[in-house]
């Protein structure tokens, strides 16, 4: 895949408490289009700021593996899920 330039705006931050929105804007500095719209959802824990949460263009990253999920164990059991995320992870090590 060909590299491209990549311009990064920063749009909004919001801190309330211990939880953070971060709103970016990566766009593509040649034709000056905005790629997508990145909401990062921290929380703060330990003096540290951990991202929990990626939104692409408003869909949560999270609501899509807890939707994947729960679609999973309709069907399967707890123990099997965990069998294929193991199976997973080791496919991905052993490339």
Same mark, same amino acid.
């Given at each position: ?7 990064? /705006? ?6 309330? $408490? ?7 804007? !990566?766009?593509? !500095? /040649? &034709?000056?289009?905005? &790629? ?6 921290? +929380?703060?824990? +330990? ?12 869909? /949560?990253?999270?609501? $899509? ?6 679609? @999973? @164990?309709?069907?399967? /059991?707890?123990?099997?899920? @965990? ?13």
């Amino acid at each position: 895949a060909a590299e491209r330039d990549v311009a990064v /705006s920063y749009d909004s931050e919001t801190v309330a $408490g211990t939880e953070a929105t971060v709103v970016v804007s !990566p766009r593509e !500095p /040649s &034709i000056g289009q905005t &790629i997508a719209r990145l909401e990062y959802h921290l +929380c703060r824990k +330990c003096d540290h700021w951990y991202v929990y949460d990626v939104a692409v263009d408003g869909v /949560s990253l999270a609501d $899509g593996y807890r939707s994947q999920f729960n679609r @999973l @164990l309709q069907r399967e /059991s707890f123990e099997d899920l @965990l069998d294929l995320m193991r199976r997973k992870v080791n496919l991905q090590a052993s490339r």
